[in-house]
């Protein structure tokens, strides 16, 4: 280990690389605790969103391709950089490029159809009949009923994912803060 003497006037100190050291296991330090507070931020966000997702206000399953939330951990060495990012993970692609995940609810006036008996389609309004279609036992009537899961329309990965993770993580700023003071 190399040694470094400064002496100016009648004082000497000698640097021995401690204080280097002591610098660096600072930063480490302090690193891990911010990425373990954001990734357990990322993961209680991601942990939410996939129970709502298909949930009473969420969208009917089809593929469950979209309702995969992950945590992704990215390290960049050459910037020296490290993003956690909460999304779905569909991976689906269009040519080379991935397709954007655009789930929207149900809008509020959705309407599902629901197979009744030719009674009930009769009685029914005309604005609420739909054609009949072709079932087990000849044609079956079905009527247009309000869609149980009938929402905002919004879009879920934003309303899931996106604003609580920047809620959590203004919420963890000032804990980081802290972390970062105290080395």
Known sequence: MTQLRVTSGIATVTLDGGLDRFVRDLVERTETAVIRQTREAAEEVAREAKSAWYGTNGVKRR???????????????????????????????????????????????????VAVTPDEWYAAPAS??????????????????????????????????KKPFKKRIRKLSREIAKEVARG
């Not at 087990?136 to 879920?156: E, V």
């Open 63 to 113: 593929t469950g391709l979209t309702g995969q939330i992950v945590v992704r951990e990215t390290v960049n060495l050459t910037d020296g950089t490290i993003t956690i990012s909460v999304g779905s993970a569909d991976t689906r692609v269009a040519g080379r490029t991935p397709v954007p995940v655009y789930v929207h609810r149900p809008t509020r006036t959705s309407t599902i159809q």
């Open 128 to 161: 609420m009949r739909a054609p009949w279609r072709p079932g087990p036992r000849g044609r079956t009537p079905y009527l247009h009923r309000p869609n149980p899961k009938a929402s905002d329309g919004k879009h879920l990965l934003v309303e899931l994912v």
